[in-house]
Each structure stands twice: as C-alpha cells, then as structure tokens.
C-alpha cells in the first residue's frame, strides 16, 4: 500500500490552459507546488492515486511528502479545484513548509459526545456553525483534527472558538483578530420534542 501522505510527482515544463487540458487528457493532475523561497515548480500527478489519497481527511490537515522526479519536499495541500458535480480532481496546490517556521492550515473539528451529553440526553439537537477552523502552528504541532466534546453543552448553549481545547503550540488564526471574532462553533438547539416537554 502506498504511503497516503507522499504524493508522486513529475515536474511539468510547460504553464497554461493549453498545457494543463493536455495533463488532464492522460489522466493526470496539473499542480503547482510553490513558497518555502524557491520558484513555483509546476507539478503533474496521476489522478487515480490522487483520488485513493485524498479519501483520507487526514491528508488535508498534514505535513505531506511531495516528491518531484525523485527528490522529496515537505508540503501542505492548500488547494483543490474540482469539477463541478464530479469526481475529477482539475488542478492542485501545495505549498513548501519549513519545519521552523509557522502555518496556517485549515483543520477538522470532530464533534463527540452530541447524543450522549447534557443537552443530546434532553433531546436536544447540535447546529453547526462550522466544520473546520484555520489554526496556525508549526508543522510538527499541526494536528490532524480538533476534537469537540459536547458532553457538558446543555440546550440553548453555544460553544465559541475561544472554548475549543487545543493542542500545545497552536492558535486560532481568528481570534487574533479580537474578540468579536469569537464565533459560535456548535449550538444545543431544543428539538420540537424538547419543547414539548418544557411545556408540560
């Protein structure tokens, strides 16, 4: 099995619409990798293992291994371009990560306890605000999701992005911003059921 984090890459010499439709023709992906103070390289990827890697949520919040005619980079997945109503994946970009350096990456939230908690038990009913937030770190602190107990959120209550629990060495890019960016992530919502019990 292939390693899902490294993606195999030939560098691709010519830009443009022209030259990317030709890529997509033979069933590859044209990509971009670029940052880390070096030039872009344009990138072209086979598009069956790019579908067998990016069903893995993991690789969109991960250091990955980008390796272009044998020599490998680190890299972030910054960008997807799809075509609409369909699977195929039309353009790709990465960007260089240094070790040392901070990022800011897109990750995950993975909400547990909803029916078992305080508010899930009265039959209340989770609303999401939001299904990932951008976190800046650096690359090895980068985690692969954020996780989000509703056990103690009773109905009518709202968990904001300052109550979210995060790992060491990584910051909500919003709020860096101030507080009245302080968002609501989840709210506890009283079903019809829970209302009609309040009632009787």
Known sequence: ???????????????????????????????VIYGGHQEPQMLVLNHNEV????????????????????????????????????????HMDFLRVDMTEMVKVHVPLHFTNEHTGIGGKKGGIAAHS?????????????????????????VGETLHLSDLVLPAGVSIVVLAQGAEHNLPVVSMMASKATKDDTAA
């Open 51 to 90: 579908i067998k890697h990016l069903a893995h949520e993991a690789v969109y919040s991960h250091v990955l291994d980008v390796t272009v005619d044998g020599k490998t980079e680190k890299a972030i997945l910054k960008g997807i371009q799809r075509k609409p109503a369909g699977v195929q994946i039309l």
């Open 1 to 31: 099995m292939s390693n899902v984090f490294e993606f195999v890459a030939e560098s691709r010499g010519q830009s443009g619409k022209s030259a990317a439709k030709r890529a997509r023709h033979i069933g590859n992906v044209p990509a």
């Open 130 to 154: 939001m299904t990932d937030v951008e976190v800046s770190c650096l690359p090895s602190a980068l985690p692969e999701y954020i996780e989000v107990s509703l056990a103690t959120l009773d």
